[in-house]
């Protein structure tokens, strides 16, 4: 290893902030560090959230204004998030939302390659998240994603 190398600051320029929308628990404290790293070093945040596949029944898929609703409440909870990102100081800061799927594979395929992070931060999922696995996702997103990734309890 070269000296040169461990001298040079690891800077990251773009933030991407994983919430879980029926798990605010598991959001709080990845969402202060996301914060905290974006309005500090006056870098851009992304903050996105996903409807679970998990989160849509039988009964539901077989009713567009209920799919609608869940797809409203995902992307107002975004919106709130941006909103408190704002009123900490942080000035470039945007919400995303994505339609139905498999949270990982819609943030690993659809949000990563639009937005081009340099570090992903996700929430370490509760014992109330509808995956059943305390920080299942943000390992799931750790193990694939080609940046660095920080999961926050």
Do not use: W
Not at 51 to 64: H, Q, R, Y
């Amino acid at each position: 290893m070269k000296n040169e190398e461990l001298s040079n600051p690891l800077v990251f320029r773009r933030i991407l902030l994983t919430i879980d929308a029926d798990d605010p628990n598991s959001s709080v404290n990845a969402f202060r560090y996301a914060v905290t790293m974006a309005h500090d070093y006056g870098v851009d945040l992304h903050i996105v959230s996903v409807l679970e596949d998990d989160d849509i029944n039988i009964f539901d898929a077989m009713t567009p204004g209920k799919i609608n609703k869940k797809e409203d409440d995902v992307r107002q909870t975004v919106e709130d998030y941006v909103e408190e990102a704002k009123k900490t100081g942080v000035e470039n800061v945007r919400g995303i939302s994505v339609g139905a799927g498999d949270v990982d594979d819609l943030i690993l395929d659809q949000v990563i390659p639009k937005f081009d992070p340099d570090l992903i931060v996700c929430g370490s999922d509760t014992e109330d998240a509808s995956h059943r696995v305390p920080g299942a996702v943000g390992l799931r997103i750790a193990r694939r994603a080609h940046v660095s990734v920080i999961v926050v309890r």
